[in-house]
């Protein structure tokens, strides 16, 4: 039934089952140590499945009993196979009776029914279910559950699972029970229960047709204050789904859980969303305003799954983009408008709205664009795996709704609205696959995707080469985008994409042109998307007067790389004037990338750094602008991330880079440093904490400046940085001068960061933020200690636990994966180091391993000396008896 360890799973193997089931009835008798789960299913033949034998996947499982339509299986009716069991049926309906054993308290994957500070939890996509009960966890088996759970009632006064309680009750011993029913069919995969010591924040709400519903965020009693942000966003979700696509929430009763211990963000399990603690709770004291808008947006993406998902999910794991980047699309559409419903004005709108964009942008680049360029590149719909955990990337994430974001414009508002609503019409209560959801879209609209689909197959980001020429005579533009995609990994030929490219024209006083193209009787608009379907085209605006600057790209309309030939000049023309805020912004990265990239070569060829002075004059041009948003001019400012840097360095040397980074920020540090504190002193925002936009911008801006001065050092910044520190009303100005402390060698480092974990010693949230700051931490002065030492010491911490996934993310992820030129150092002592952890955390939670790997995947983008290095500990990892599927397939991927 499942395939032998290493060999890959194929898209096209793709069979129906020979039987569905219809209904479950689960029993749990939970212990921390055995835990028995009495699972009833009534099996029903496929019709439209060639005839087999009911087929039962099962995982680290005891199994204590099979009963076969009441009665004991006969002889080998029941075959034990690798990842389950086959049982033999004539009739079209049978009833299989299962008792089974599990260890909650031995599971330390975190995948399956595990325990969690004394609670019982459980996380079951993408395959965890077969770790609790035999059943055919596949997405495309779609039943009717009903739960009872019974466990001590003293440990565990909370027993939940999905959908309406049906009745609760005490039992001899100290137990009680209750009992669940989810009207809704559901793949096993959204199954969840929780047991715990919980208390919940509670608000009832009507929906758009007036149905009385209860919402309910369970925590554990001492976060009961940390809660109210999370309500708050549920109920802006419910109400945007209501609004912008008409869903409306089909249960009763509505609940989020809270957990310490998980491997991911939050799941959507029907009716019981289980969180991350970390997207749940947040309050001024504890919470940065990131953190607020991470609970926003993480709330409402799991909500959001409830009908693009859960209503109608994915036929098979590899359609995970169906729900996972229409999702995210649509989490990423809501905090926009979110944003910009918060604001005071129309263009604090804009500028809202452009800051969320940018922020989509920033996470594509610096996490697809690598992975698409690396040894795990794969389209937005895979064709293979080998462990479906290791296929939830930013590439089936956010590169997914980057697809989904191109449906929208090619097809507008109204007609993505009409290729939803058939979607739903169409397939609500199936499981589908993404040609479904397209060919919903092309039927509403009456339009021809067939070419799109080379978004679902194609693995790499395309490069879009733009080329202008005017000419004077007859007044004319002509604009030609030519379209190469680079070969990847298992994919050598590539074709010609459907990519959308909004464009504009800026006149030589900064203002936007009318657009009119050849063979148009009028011009319309500023901004035109161009869909470009071959190789390369050419079109040509007419009526232009004088020879413009070409705005392409606008909005970041496609995940594409854009090659374009601009000098200094035309960059700083339009980081000055262009209309477009996204492009505005990526005119600064792409200024910002040369600056940098030309001086990490100098440093690299041990020549003199010299920040060229246009540059200064353009950056300042920007932080004096008061007419800007200063959450936009923060974006604007704040150099481009190291590992998209990397990504464009050819090839990637982490050592110079840093130097170039370090060089950059001391400079400009100095260069600007009375407009820096100008700006610092007038960006305070007074009054009591609020998480609102605007003054999130303010606070960003801030930060930021405090980390410029920082950067050039003095006294004065490391009194401001420590006045702020020990003044700041809420986290994310405590957490802004940390940040900005953690760069100086001064002693007020070290008083600062002492002083922060003996505040938060007991909130394991907040102290990720502790932890995270350090492994990150550049190397500013000669005399500051080794980061690899300070994690190394960090571990140490008695709030460590390599059981964590939180911990483990913040140190060991922050150093392997947010501090490039620490981790690459020349000793090779830090791919030592990763090999020693990943090789540990294979042992125990295969997933959270496998993520730790993940950091040395891109290595042939490195110097032959470094490769060199790398490749040591990638063999070390790969010669490791027992390896996990999750990273045998990274480090084997790696290697190839
Ligand atoms: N669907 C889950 C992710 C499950 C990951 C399993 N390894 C969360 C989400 O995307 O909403
Ligand atoms: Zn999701």
């Known amino acids: 039934m499942r395939t032998q360890q290493g060999t890959p799973i194929r898209r096209d193997a793709y069979q129906p089952l020979a039987y569905q089931v219809e209904t479950v009835d689960l029993d749990f008798v939970l212990d921390p140590k055995a835990t028995v789960v009495s699972n009833r299913m009534r099996c029903v033949r496929n019709p439209q499945a060639a005839a087999g034998p009911v087929v039962l996947y099962g995982e680290a499982l005891v199994c204590l009993s099979v009963r076969i339509d009441g009665a004991a299986p006969a002889d080998g009716q029941v075959r034990t196979v690798e990842g389950g069991l086959e049982i033999d049926v004539d009739a079209d309906v049978v009833v299989l009776e299962i008792v089974t054993r599990i260890d909650p308290s031995a599971n330390l994957t975190l995948s399956g029914l595990y325990q969690s500070r004394g609670g019982y939890y459980t996380q079951c996509e993408a395959e965890g279910f077969r770790r609790i009960t035999y059943f055919p966890d596949r997405p495309d088996v779609m039943a009717r559950y009903t739960v009872r759970l019974e466990a001590d009632a003293a440990t565990c006064p909370v027993l939940l699972s999905n959908g309406n309680l049906l009745e609760t009750g005490t039992l001899p011993g100290g137990r009680h029970f209750a009992r669940w029913e989810d009207p809704f069919p559901k793949p096993s995969y959204l199954f969840a229960l929780v047991a715990a010591d919980l208390k919940a924040l509670e608000r009832k709400v009507c929906t758009m047709s007036g149905r009385e519903v209860l919402l309910q965020v369970w925590v554990e009693a001492r976060d009961l204050d940390r809660v109210g942000h999370a309500m708050d966003s549920l109920v802006h979700s419910l109400r945007w789904d209501e609004e912008v696509f008409g869903l409306e929430l089909d249960l009763d009763r509505f609940m989020i859980v809270a957990v310490s211990d998980f491997n991911m963000g939050a799941m959507e399990n029907k009716g019981l969303n289980i969180f991350n603690t970390k997207y749940v709770l947040a309050n001024p004291d504890t919470g940065t305003d990131l953190d607020f808008e991470n609970v926003e947006s993480v709330v409402a993406h799991e909500y959001f799954h409830n009908w693009t998902g859960n209503r109608v999910t994915c036929r098979d794991w590899f ?22 419903r918060a604001s005071d004005t129309p263009a604090a709108a804009a500028s809202a709205r452009a800051v969320t964009r940018i ?3 920033r996470g594509l680049r610096s996490g697809q664009f690598p992975e ?7 389209p937005i719909r895979p064709d293979s795996y080998q462990e479906i955990n290791n296929f939830y990337t930013a590439t089936v994430y956010q590169k997914g709704a980057e697809v989904i974001r191109m449906l929208l414009t090619l097809l507008g508002t109204e007609g993505f609205r009409n290729g939803m609503d058939l979607y739903f019409s169409y397939h609500d209560g199936q499981a ?9 879209m092309a039927e509403a609209n009456g339009a021809d995707l067939d070419l799109f689909m080379g978004w679902y197959s194609q693995a790499g980001t395309p490069r879009l080469k733009a080329v202008g020429h005017y000419d004077a005579a007859s007044r004319s533009y002509a604009l030609t985008l030519s379209q190469h995609t680079p070969p990847t990994a298992g994919q050598p030929d590539k074709q010609a994409l459907h990519i959308p490219v909004a464009v504009g024209l800026i006149g030589p006083d900064g203002a936007d042109l009318p657009l009119q193209l050849e063979g148009e009787v009028r011009s319309a608009g500023t901004t035109r998307v161009l869909e470009l379907k071959e190789t390369s085209r050419t079109w040509r605006f007419s009526g232009i007067e004088a020879e413009p600057v070409p705005s392409i790209l606008r909005g970041f309309s496609a995940p594409v790389i854009l090659e374009v030939d601009e000098d200094d000049a035309r960059l700083a023309f339009r980081m000055a004037h262009d209309s477009d805020p996204f492009n505005c912004w990526d005119a600064a990265q792409r200024y910002m990338e040369r600056v940098v990239l030309a001086l990490a070569a100098d440093a690299a060829a041990g020549r003199r750094l010299e920040v060229p002075q246009a540059f200064g004059h353009a950056f300042r041009a920007l932080l004096v602008n008061d007419r800007l948003d200063p959450g936009f001019v923060a974006e604007t400012l704040a150099l481009p991330s190291e590992t998209y840097l990397l990504e464009r360095m050819q090839p990637a040397d982490p050592a110079p880079l840093r130097a170039a980074l370090i060089h950059v920020s001391r400079e400009l540090g100095q260069a600007l440093q009375a407009d820096l504190l100008t700006r610092y002193m007038d960006l305070e925002v007074e009054g009591e904490y609020r998480y609102h936009p605007a003054d999130a911008g303010r606070r960003s801006l801030r930060n930021l400046c405090l980390r410029y001065m920082m950067a050039w050092g003095g006294p004065t910044a490391v009194q401001l940085a420590s006045l702020q520190f020990r003044t700041a009303g809420n986290m994310t100005e405590r957490y802004g001068a940390l940040a900005a402390l953690v760069q100086s060698d001064a002693p007020e480092r070290i008083e600062a960061l002492a002083a922060f974990h003996e505040r938060y010693r007991d909130d394991a949230l907040v102290l990720d933020k502790w932890f995270q700051l350090q492994a990150g931490a550049w190397h500013w002065s000669a005399s500051a ?10 571990m140490g911490n008695p709030a460590f636990s390599l059981s964590n996934p939180n911990k483990v993310y913040a140190l060991l992820g922050g150093y392997f994966k947010a501090n ?25 939670n295969p997933q959270v391993a496998s993520r730790m790997a993940r950091a040395l995947e891109g290595w042939r983008k490195f110097t032959p000396e470094i490769q060199v290095r790398i490749r040591a500990a990638l063999e070390t990892v790969a010669a490791e008896e ?15």
Not at 322 to 339: N, Y
């Open 785 to 794: 200690p080794s980061t690899l030492e300070q994690v190394r010491a960090l």
């Open 359 to 361: 922020a989509n942008v």
């Open 372 to 378: 698409d360029a690396g040894p795990m590149a794969h």
């Open 820 to 844: 490039a030129a620490e981790f690459h150092r020349e000793d090779g002592a830090g791919y030592a180091f990763w090999a020693e952890q990943v090789i540990a955390l294979n042992r125990s």
């Open 319 to 340: 359609q995970l983009t169906l729900k996972e980047g229409l999702t995210v699309f649509r989490d990423q559409q809501f905090t926009a408008d979110m944003m910009a």
């Open 882 to 896: 027992g390896l996990s599927p999750d990273v045998a397939e990274i480090v084997g991927k790696a290697l190839a």
């Open 432 to 440: 589908v696959t993404c040609d479904d959801f397209v060919g919903c």
